[in-house]
């Protein structure tokens, strides 16, 4: 549990508390685009999915043993013109 704590950033607090706000304007209002936005919004910031994650949309390019050394590569170059 500790651990799941520690991971919470500012970015996660501030998603929650959006989410948890749409879905208040769901309970008052019986709005359902405020469930649905504030249930999604709520849901990616307790499972730290989605785009407001610490790894953001995308996923790495290379996994760490695939990852070239910049260093140790070799490049040719060719004069043009």
């Known amino acids: ?8 950033t500012f970015t996660r607090f501030l998603q929650l508390l959006v989410g948890g706000f749409f879905l208040q304007s ?3 209002d019986q709005n359902i685009m405020g469930l ?3 249930g999604m919004m709520a849901f990616q910031a307790l499972a730290n999915v989605g785009c407001f994650s610490s790894k953001g949309c995308s996923t790495p390019r290379f996994k760490q043993d695939d990852a070239i050394n910049v260093d140790e590569v070799e ?7």
């Open 75 to 81: 490049v040719e170059y060719e004069e043009v013109g």
């Open 26 to 28: 769901y309970f008052q």
């Open 36 to 38: 649905a936005f504030g």
């Open 1 to 8: 549990m500790q651990e799941y704590l520690n991971k919470w």
